[in-house]
């Protein structure tokens, strides 16, 4: 079964860092690109960015770039999302997902669960 | 606000059509693929529809999908009430050169 299970349930202080995980199974890991979707308590989809786990070609989303960190590490199977200094407004479930074709800009066909997380002091 | 522009809610009673417009420019949905999402309450995304009109494996014929300029419109047949959820489009941003998505439409199966 393909399928992305990502990392549990997060409540963090204003300021501190974060990485969250998201572990591929069932499909060629280094063969397609995987997102992260931010969604605000309420509100809608958003696009943070984009990672291809074969080379570690990195997009960002122009709203995303340079308030979070990508990455993956192809040997584990997993991609992660990262912040250095956390806010409140990152409160928010963060899903991972696998883009269905060869290209960057392609559909999302399989979802992570989502990790939810909380910020508050 | 989103740069794709979806109804917020629509509404129709259960074994009836209803229709969900997306609209975008020549530089997303125009010149892009359109693909759907249902968000069923607590869960995550699921694909509903890929390349405007393309179904996953095990998706029902109930749900369809088309495009046209830059519109696109996905279609729910023999409504239930399982089909209570937020649907989103999704597509390209040539200008942005990001994903990016409706702000969502909540179904209600009256």
């Known amino acids: 079964e393909v399928q992305l299970v990502q990392s549990g349930a997060e409540v963090k202080k204003p300021g501190e860092s974060l990485k969250i995980s998201c572990k591929g199974s069932g499909y060629i890991f280094t063969n397609k690109w995987i997102g992260w979707v931010r969604q605000m308590p309420g509100k809608g989809l958003e696009s943070m960015g984009i990672i291809y786990p074969g080379d570690s070609d990195t997009r960002y989303s122009p709203s995303f770039q340079g308030q979070v960190t990508i990455s993956a590490d192809k040997s584990i199977n997993t991609a992660y999302l990262q912040w250095s200094s956390l806010r409140a407004s990152d409160t928010a479930i963060y899903y991972c997902a696998r883009q269905r074709g060869s290209w960057y800009g392609d559909a999302f066909d399989i979802w992570g669960q989502g990790t939810m997380l909380t910020v508050s002091s | 606000q989103s740069v794709l522009t979806q109804p917020p809610s629509v509404s129709a009673a259960p074994g009836q059509k209803v229709t969900i417009r997306c609209s975008g420019s020549?530089?997303?949905?125009?010149?892009?693929?359109v693909s759907w999402y249902q968000q069923l309450p607590g869960t995550a995304p699921k694909l509903l529809i890929y390349?405007?009109?393309e179904r996953p494996s095990g998706i029902p014929d109930r749900f369809s999908g088309s495009k046209s300029g830059t519109s696109a419109t996905l279609g729910i047949t023999g409504l239930q009430t399982g089909d209570e959820a937020d649907y989103y489009c999704g597509t390209w941003d040539s200008s942005l050169s990001t994903v990016i998505f409706g702000g969502g439409t909540k179904l209600t199966v009256l």
């Open positions: 020549s530089s997303n949905i125009g010149n892009n693929f």
């Open positions: 390349d405007n009109n």
